[in-house]
């Protein structure tokens, strides 16, 4: 939840920049002006944020934020390889055998070792990625 909030706190500040943009200059509100009087607002609202200024110059540059680097750089498979691994799910299910964490991971495993190669690792996608 606390990710949640300090996400719509950034939209804020990106939005009231993008206002403050479209003032004359000499009105304008500086980036560390607009992340303070965001910060008062989450503040007076009895819910703790923080909004840096250098932050906020990275994503109105179009940066992604930790958890969209993290998502993107932990992909395994493409969304062509999900469709089918949900559709081969879904068709095992209606044959009645469901699959189980296991067997899904072979699956899985089975997929990119073959689309991997030796890039793929010894292990797999590890234990707990079907959870």
Request: charge should be positive.
């Amino acid at each position: 939840m606390a990710r949640a909030e300090q996400e719509k706190a950034y939209a804020e500040a990106m939005k009231k920049y993008r206002d403050e943009q479209k003032k004359p200059e000499s009105k304008r509100k500086s980036r560390k002006a607009i992340c303070r009087d965001v910060v008062e607002k989450w503040k007076a609202m009895k819910k703790t944020v923080t909004v840096s200024a250098d932050t906020l110059q990275q994503r109105l540059e179009g940066g992604r934020t930790c958890g969209q680097f993290n998502a993107e750089q932990n992909l395994w498979l493409s969304p062509e390889e999900e469709e089918s691994v949900v559709a081969y799910c879904i068709e095992l299910r209606n044959r009645g055998f469901p699959l189980n964490h296991s067997r899904l991971k072979f699956h899985i495993d089975m997929l990119l070792e073959a689309r991997l190669q030796s890039n793929f690792p010894k292990g797999g996608v590890g234990k707990n990625w079907t959870e």
